[in-house]
């Protein structure tokens, strides 16, 4: 979807089309969550500081997220994927990989689908939505990047290693700019520079994602569609207005976060195996600390009780904290985490 949250506002609100609209936060700590095209004129971007954002764009407009809006409009996308093909594969409310290679329409053309599809998402919406056709889920993802918003880009089986070759490795979905940096530093600039690497160099610089970028980097991805795909870890953050500097100010601004992952917990019947305490200082430093178990955490008691002792291992403060998150992983589902519990007891 293009700009989902910022659209669906800007829909919803008439007052707000044609204008640059942040969704999130306007206070000194707030951050945006999305950024309409206008505002993306101006450089603004998600995940930005909302005062970056103001300074790049002083005419911006802040609107409160509305998620339940956005779970309710993602769903009617959803059912519309779904007349097409049971192989849906979502990332996030806005996005989604779908294989359509025996699809319920029997429609040979994948571009002819992606147009039906986004013709139907615009027509029960009045939101557009870009796609991305291919022979692969890499690939399909970059394509879905190459024409927004409103529009589609092909990248057929003999173009495939000539379009990533000329990409810079920072546009590559799943490099962050951490990893583009460490790539340059290496000498590695494009998808060309990358092909023109062993995949035992890369391994020994990546790790096992050394091998996912050796195969990318020569257009393949085997990987297929997975409609079926676990969640694997719930978190929650806070961005505080003043920094905190105190024991006690930590343990009750991280409880909200606490609160939060144990509800979907209990809504997704799912246990988690780790739980990871993120702290982000004033100085924006950032650090995580984790502890796994060997049975899942049962209950939200539990839990508090591990936040309490990660907690505790970032004390005492140098220095003020203006961001806490949790995060629990290694889910699983609720009759998994209960069968795991007795074998370790018996």
């Known amino acids: 979807m293009d700009a989902f949250y910022a659209s669906v506002e800007q829909r919803d609100n008439p007052a707000l089309r044609g204008k640059p609209v942040a969704v999130g936060g306007s206070q000194a700590r707030g951050v945006v969550a999305a950024a309409s095209y206008e505002a993306r004129q101006f450089g603004v971007r998600s ?13 911006l407009i802040f609107v409160k997220p509305r998620f339940e809006v956005y779970k309710a409009v993602s769903r009617q996308i959803r059912e519309i994927f779904a007349e097409y093909t049971p192989l849906i594969e979502p990332l996030s409310l806005d996005e989604a990989y779908l294989d359509v290679t025996e699809n ?9 689908i992606a147009q039906e599809i986004r013709a139907a998402i615009l027509h029960h919406t009045q939101l557009t939505a870009s796609a991305g056709i291919s022979y692969n889920k890499f690939l399909a993802k970059l394509a879905s990047d190459y024409r927004k918003p409103n529009g589609q880009f092909v990248i057929k089986p003999a173009q495939g290693l000539a379009f990533v ?28 520079d990358l092909r023109q690497q062993t995949e035992t160099f890369l391994r020994q610089h990546f790790g096992k994602a050394g091998s996912y970028y050796y195969h990318i ?28 500097t105190t024991p006690e100010e930590l343990l009750s601004g991280l409880q909200p976060c606490l609160d939060s992952v144990w509800s979907y917990c209990q809504r997704a019947e799912v246990r988690g195996r780790t739980l990871t305490l993120k702290v982000k200082y004033a100085d924006f430093q950032q650090i ?3 502890r796994t178990l060997l049975a899942p955490i049962s209950s939200q008691a539990m839990a508090e009780q591990l936040s309490r002792e ?19 992983s ?5 009759e998994e985490a209960v069968g795991k519990q007795l074998a370790f007891l018996f």
């Not at 990409?167 to 340059?184: D, K, Q, S, Y």
């Open 310 to 328: 990660l907690t505790a291992s970032v004390l005492p403060l140098a220095k003020g904290v203006r961001l806490l998150g949790l995060t629990l």
């Open 330 to 334: 290694n889910l699983e589902t609720l």
């Open 165 to 192: 070759e000329q990409l810079r490795v920072g546009e590559f979905h799943g490099i962050g700019p951490a990893t583009a940096a460490r790539l340059n530093q290496l000498g590695i600039f494009s998808g060309l």
């Open 288 to 290: 995580t600390r984790s």
């Open 47 to 59: 995940a930005m500081p909302s005062s970056t954002a103001l300074r790049k764009c002083p005419d």
């Open 104 to 112: 319920l329409k029997g429609i040979e053309s994948a571009t002819q």
């Open 217 to 244: 980097a020569r257009a393949i991805d085997h990987r297929p569609v997975r409609p079926d795909r676990q969640r694997k870890s719930v978190g929650s953050e806070t961005t505080f207005e003043q920094d905190l």
